[in-house]
T-cell receptor, first 115, second 110 residues
C-alpha cells in the first residue's frame, strides 16, 4: 500500500494562476481532509469530505474549492492564486466512523509558492 | 470554538534529558486528544492518543495523560534521543474536524 500520496510535491505559481492539487489514498478510507501548514500556526483545515460526492468547509475555506468524484481521490483547487496561499498543503484520510476515535493518515505534503 | 495551545519552541535538550511539552485545550464537548510528530520533509505521524478522561497514551517511550480537570494533555519522555528531534503537534478531535496546536520544534543534541 502506498498510503496517502500527493501530487505535485512542489509548485511555484504566479499571482492569478490556477492549479489543482491531487490527493490519492489506497486504503479505502471514507473521510479525507485538506490542511495548510503555516509557520507558528500549526495545521488548519481547509475542506473535508465524509464520502464520495460530498464536501464540506473547514476552518479556512476561502479561495479554495474541492471535489471528491472518486472515493480514493480528493482534489484541491486554487482558481486564482494569491501570495497569501503560499504554504505547505497536507492531505489526510481516516477509515470512517466517528472521527474522535480515528487517527488521521497524512500524505507527504505539497509545498506551494505563489509569487 | 475548540482550540489547542501548546508551549512555544524551539526546545533544545541534551541526549538523555527529560522532556515535557505542555498542551492545553478548549472544547465544548468531550474531544479525543492526540500527539503527532513531524520529521523533516515528511507528513505528520500519530505518536499517541487518548479518547477519554484519565486515559494515558504511550508510544516509543512518550506518554501523555488526558486530564479533564486541567484540560491538559502534556507530552513527556524520560530520556530523549537525537532521533527524537522533530516537530510535535498536539491536537484535539471533536465533531467533524481536528484542531492542531502550533507545533513545538524539539532538537536533541548528542
Amino acid at each position: 500500500n502506498a498510503g496517502v500520496t500527493q501530487t505535485p510535491k512542489f509548485r511555484v505559481l504566479k499571482t492569478g494562476q490556477s492549479m489543482t492539487l491531487l490527493c490519492a489514498q489506497d486504503m479505502n478510507h471514507e473521510y479525507m481532509y485538506w490542511y495548510r501548514q503555516d509557520p507558528g500556526m500549526g495545521l488548519r483545515l481547509i475542506h473535508y469530505s465524509v464520502g464520495e460526492g460530498t464536501t464540506a468547509k473547514g476552518e479556512v475555506p476561502d479561495g479554495y474549492n474541492v471535489s471528491r468524484l472518486k472515493k480514493q481521490n480528493f482534489l484541491l483547487g486554487l482558481e486564482s492564486a494569491a501570495p497569501s496561499q503560499t504554504s505547505v498543503y497536507f492531505c489526510a484520510s481516516i477509515p470512517g466512523g466517528p472521527i474522535p476515535y480515528n487517527e488521521q493518515f497524512f500524505g507527504p505534503g505539497t509545498r506551494l509558492t505563489v509569487l | 470554538g475548540d482550540s489547542v495551545t501548546q508551549m512555544e519552541g524551539p526546545v533544545t535538550l541534551s541526549e538523555e534529558a527529560f522532556l515535557t511539552i505542555n498542551c492545553t485545550y478548549t472544547a465544548t464537548g468531550y474531544p479525543s486528544l492526540f500527539w503527532y510528530v513531524q520529521y523533516p520533509g515528511e507528513g505528520l505521524q500519530l505518536l499517541l492518543k487518548a479518547t477519554k478522561a484519565d486515559d494515558k497514551g504511550s508510544n516509543k517511550g512518550f506518554e501523555a495523560t488526558y486530564r479533564k480537570e486541567t484540560t491538559s494533555f502534556h507530552l513527556e519522555k524520560g530520556s530523549v534521543q537525537v532521533s527524537d528531534s522533530a516537530v510535535y503537534f498536539c491536537a484535539l478531535s471533536a465533531n467533524n474536524d481536528m484542531r492542531f496546536g502550533a507545533g513545538t520544534r524539539l532538537t536533541v543534541k548528542p
